[in-house]
């Protein structure tokens, strides 16, 4: 009988002390996770919620406490969520800007209150004092190398009809300026139809619905600043009686799922990718804004050129 009493008093001790030293870890005093807030500008297609996951995951990965908003493409509620970051006393936040202008008071009071910014994806045109780092693509870049397949392609003689991003947003800006540099040094080339789809498949639908009313079988080339609108745009084609990728050549960039599949199906002829796996990247540059180094204003994603003959080997091995 005593015998049992001193085992179980061996066993109950043994379990307290494992606590306390797990306890130990939670003492009053030691270092509490690190709480970084996130301001999405959206979560409407694959692209954004890759962009979320990435953040999320490496978050969880690093023992990082994340605080998430989602702005539902508002750029109201995204200020308000900066805010509400810098009121909760955050150690950092990750930004991804609906659009490029507008967010500079917001920038200046989180500066003030001594928390790192760094933008994931999207540029702001505010002072780069006030925020550690661009972490995202080279969008100039990206919309040129659509322009020079384009012209390869249609050995410089067609009718583009362009389905533009988000009004406002740095790639829809920045795409569009790319593109046209090849355009503008080639007049074979024109855009003889431009309007915002806002990254968005139904708008991108219906407005290539509207497109082909107005210009028909006049049309050469879809030029889409996004695989969602690329999709959208290639369904209105076949409902409209024509075969995309053939009647109707069509280019997008970002490189989601749905883009490689369109390629798999020859409804897509090229796409440059965009990557938005930025999570690892984004708490890299608040870690060195933390330790009080310098950190480059702009760390630039590689992103590959990807056609349709090629698609089919890569889909099953893409990460987003
Ligand atoms: C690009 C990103 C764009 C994607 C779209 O970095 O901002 O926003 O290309 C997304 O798919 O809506």
New binding site residues.
């Given amino acids: 009988m005593k015998r049992n009493i001193m085992v179980l008093l061996m066993v109950v001790l043994m379990v307290f002390a494992s606590s306390a030293v797990f306890g130990a870890g939670q003492a009053e005093g030691a270092d509490q996770p690190k709480v970084v807030g996130f301001s999405q500008c959206d979560s409407q297609?694959a692209?954004?919620w890759a962009e979320t996951e990435s953040v999320k995951e490496e978050a969880a990965l690093r023992g990082y406490t994340l605080q998430y908003n989602d702005a539902q493409s508002s750029q109201a509620n995204q200020i308000a969520a900066v805010r509400s970051f810098i009121a909760q006393g955050v150690d950092g936040i990750l930004l991804a800007p609906q659009v490029t202008t507008g967010f500079g008071p917001v920038l200046r009071e989180a500066k003030e209150a001594g928390i790192p910014v760094v933008l994931l994806?999207?540029k702001v045109d505010e002072d780069p004092s006030l925020f550690v780092t661009f972490i995202?693509?080279d969008f100039v870049w990206e919309g040129e190398q659509v322009g020079k397949i384009v012209l390869e392609d249609t050995n410089g003689t067609a009718n583009i009809v362009e389905l533009q991003?988000?009004p406002g947003?740095d790639?829809t800006i920045e795409r569009k300026a790319g593109f046209e540099k090849v355009v503008n040094a080639n007049p074979g080339l024109k855009i003889i139809l431009s309007q915002t789809g806002d990254?968005n498949r139904t708008k991108g639908k219906e407005v290539m619905e509207a497109f082909l009313k107005a210009e028909g079988k006049n049309i050469d080339v879809v030029y889409a600043?996004?695989?969602?609108m690329a999709v959208g745009a290639i369904q209105a084609i076949k409902e409209y009686g024509l075969d995309p990728g053939k009647d109707i050549l069509v280019y997008s960039?970002?490189g989601v799922r749905d883009g490689f599949q369109a390629m798999v199906d020859g409804d897509l002829n090229a796409l440059v990718e965009?990557t938005p796996l930025l999570g690892p990247q984004g708490f890299d540059a608040l870690e060195a804004a933390w330790r009080g180094e310098e950190v480059s204003k702009w760390i630039k994603s590689e992103d590959g050129i990807f056609r349709m003959e090629e698609a089919a080997a890569l889909i099953e091995n893409r990460k987003y």
């Fill in positions: 297609q692209w954004r994806d999207r995202g693509s991003g988000t947003a790639p990254f600043h996004n695989d969602d960039i970002d965009c």
